[in-house]
């Protein structure tokens, strides 16, 4: 089993949907947690952390669910450029600061 | 352009043949990190320093693979007698200490292509 583990997609979705994925997690021992967006052929960038709490960055909402070992992605109103491959990030501290990257889940946004 | 930038952009080499690639770090940042990744997978970690000290290397990566950091500034990760299973593009990254979070700032990368 991987460590870290998301459905690779493609999420094909028409603009102004809303759409979630998860990203399932092994380490019940991970620290900390991020979603990273990449686009085609370019570097993964933040997108925002994961808190314990739940956060929300305009029309993006992140969970976490210690529980079942998952965080979560919600995309409200989608845009054509959301178009990109999302990528969960662990932070297993028992590494030091190695974290631990999922495959991604890839999301096309259509007219 | 204050951010994360590496050196070349493109490589293209034959099997067999040495490569050098160079990432100049945001400025302030103390950890630099090296990621490679192929079509389809998340980053794979390579190694990480602290300043100029080299305090993680992934026990994935060979011996023909090296980096350095002499003074705590550019870094260089240096591949000896290429394979083809090396095709990737090698990610920098770096990030500032004593944050809470691992946040990482990416380079553009360099895609290598191992003939």
């Known amino acids: 089993r991987k460590e870290v583990e998301q459905d690779p997609g493609p999420f094909n979705v028409p603009e102004g949907a809303t759409v979630a994925f998860n990203c399932t997690y092994s380490n019940s021992a991970s620290q900390s947690f991020f979603w990273y967006r990449q686009d085609c052929r370019k570097e993964p960038k933040l997108l925002m952390s994961v808190y314990s709490s739940g956060n929300e960055d305009g029309r993006f909402t992140a969970q976490l669910n210690r529980a079942s070992q998952y965080i979560s992605l919600l995309i409200r109103d989608s845009k054509l450029s959301d178009s990109a491959t999302y990528l969960c990030?662990?932070?297993?501290?028992?590494?030091?600061?190695?974290?631990?990257w999922g495959a991604g889940t890839k999301l096309i946004i259509k007219p | 352009d204050t951010g994360v930038s590496q050196d070349p952009r493109h490589k293209i080499t034959k099997r067999g043949q040495n490569v050098t690639f160079r990432c100049d770090p945001i400025s302030e940042h103390n950890r630099l990190y090296w990621y490679r990744q192929t079509l389809g997978q998340g980053p794979e970690f390579l190694t990480y320093f602290q300043n100029e000290a080299q305090l993680e290397k992934s026990r994935l990566l060979s011996d023909r693979f090296s980096a350095e950091r002499p003074k705590g500034s550019f870094s260089t990760l240096e591949i000896q007698r290429t394979e083809q299973g090396d095709s990737a593009m090698y990610l920098c990254?770096?990030?500032?200490?004593?944050?809470?979070?691992?946040?990482?700032?990416f380079g553009s990368g360099t895609q290598l292509s191992v003939l």
């Open positions: 990030v662990v932070n297993i501290r028992e590494s030091n600061y190695q974290l631990i």
């Open positions: 990254a770096s990030s500032p200490m004593g944050v809470r979070d691992e946040k990482l700032f």
